[in-house]
């Protein structure tokens, strides 16, 4: 059974602090999700990371896969309010039948 | 257009009653979803379909019934619900499911459920 292990699940910070989230697991995942969830909404896409080693950004959000594609980390520079809100990591298991495997999820609040 | 619709936003319904929900995609995407989802928790995944077809069922309980008429639209019939169902029922698509394919899923933004 595939698991993702997301740390921390909650996260309480200042606007303008540096924050990183990470999401971990013992398999191979052929390409990671992270979205973004505020309350009553749904999960927005953020990014898509299919290459070990690989590095992207979205404005202050940089995401990286591991290089053995077990483990991939969210880091936000200079947090501000608007970030707030549920990060889910979500990846495509080796047997892709459609099943996205989620990590717990980090609830993070950006105090003003 | 990359969005994908829910309708009604919310319900709120007896033990009793017969609702549906309703989820609609104009991508063109041939897989969509319905998961399940309490708060603060990951979506729970209920029903894959691929190319209309039911290709996963969690073990969700009969109470909850999938249909798909087309490629673009996806529905939740409900019935004889229990207060524990109360929950932000999320519709999602994807362009295939198949294997080593990225898989990546648009959610719509979900009907809040309860049931009393």
């Known amino acids: 059974t595939q698991l993702l292990e997301q740390s921390p699940q909650f996260l309480s910070i200042q606007e303008g602090e540096n924050l990183t989230v990470y999401c971990n697991s013992s398999s191979v995942f052929s390409s990671l999700q992270w979205y973004r969830q505020e309350p009553g909404e749904g999960p927005v896409l953020l990014v898509t990371?299919?290459?070990?080693?690989e590095v992207k950004k979205l404005k202050r959000l940089t995401f990286q896969f591991g290089d053995a594609r077990k483990d991939s980390s969210l880091h936000i520079t200079a947090a501000q309010p608007g970030d707030t809100g549920l990060y889910l990591c979500?990846?495509?298991?080796?047997?892709?039948?459609?099943?996205?495997?989620f990590g717990q999820g980090t609830t993070l609040q950006v105090k003003p | 257009d990359t969005e994908v619709t829910q309708t009604p936003k919310h319900l709120v319904m007896g033990m009793t009653n017969k609702k549906s929900l309703k989820c609609e995609q104009h991508?063109?995407?041939?897989?969509m979803y319905w998961y399940k989802q309490k708060a603060k928790k990951p979506p729970e995944l209920m029903f894959v379909y691929s190319y209309e077809k039911l290709s996963i069922n969690e073990s969700v309980p009969s109470r909850f019934s999938p249909e798909c008429p087309n490629s673009s639209l996806l529905n939740l019939h409900l019935h004889a619900l229990q207060p524990e169902d109360s929950a932000l029922y999320l519709c999602a698509s994807s362009q295939v499911v198949q294997l080593d394919y990225l898989n990546e899923q648009f959610f719509g933004p979900g009907t809040r459920l309860t049931v009393l």
């Open positions: 991508m063109g995407h041939r897989a």
């Open positions: 979500a990846g495509a298991g080796s047997s892709n039948t459609g099943k996205l495997i």
């Open positions: 990371v299919v290459t070990g080693g």
